[in-house]
């Protein structure tokens, strides 16, 4: 049976209509990175953790973004957030790097390019 058709008749002597099938439920559509985009992502994550600059990550889906947090040490705020938010692909383009404060550093229609300014960046630890 299709989603559109309607199925037997109940047979209970109660019910006097027919069945009909109510569809499933379709799971929210969140923004997420593809594989190339994680890819990239991850070479500069690795990269900045073997030199001790970086310690933890998390990745967050929304309706809206999909958001690569970055952290120094897992209990704080993350240090830069690489978001993608495909409805400002057209005008400013789908990918920007975010500090804490929620300054954005780079924004861009290319990965590649939008990440690199993470690579000129250190932290300065006291």
Do not use: C
Not at 6 to 33: D, H, M, N, Y
Not at 47 to 63: K, L
Request: glycine share 6%; charged share 30%; aromatic share 8%.
């Amino acid at each position: 049976m299709s989603e559109g058709d309607v199925a037997e008749p109940l047979r209970s002597g109660a019910a006097q209509g027919l069945a009909s099938i109510l569809p499933f439920p379709a799971a929210p559509k969140r923004v997420s990175f593809d594989r190339a985009e994680l890819q990239v992502i991850l070479n500069l994550y690795g990269r900045m953790v073997a030199e001790g600059e970086w310690r933890d990550y998390a990745i967050d889906f929304t309706p809206d973004k999909a958001v690569f947090s970055i952290y120094r040490r897992t209990s704080e705020v993350p240090l830069y957030r690489i978001e993608k938010a495909p409805r400002l692909a057209r005008k400013q383009g789908a990918y920007s790097v975010v500090v804490a404060s929620g300054l954005i550093l780079k924004r861009g229609h290319e990965l590649e390019r939008v990440i690199r300014v993470l690579d000129k960046l250190r932290v300065v630890s006291n």
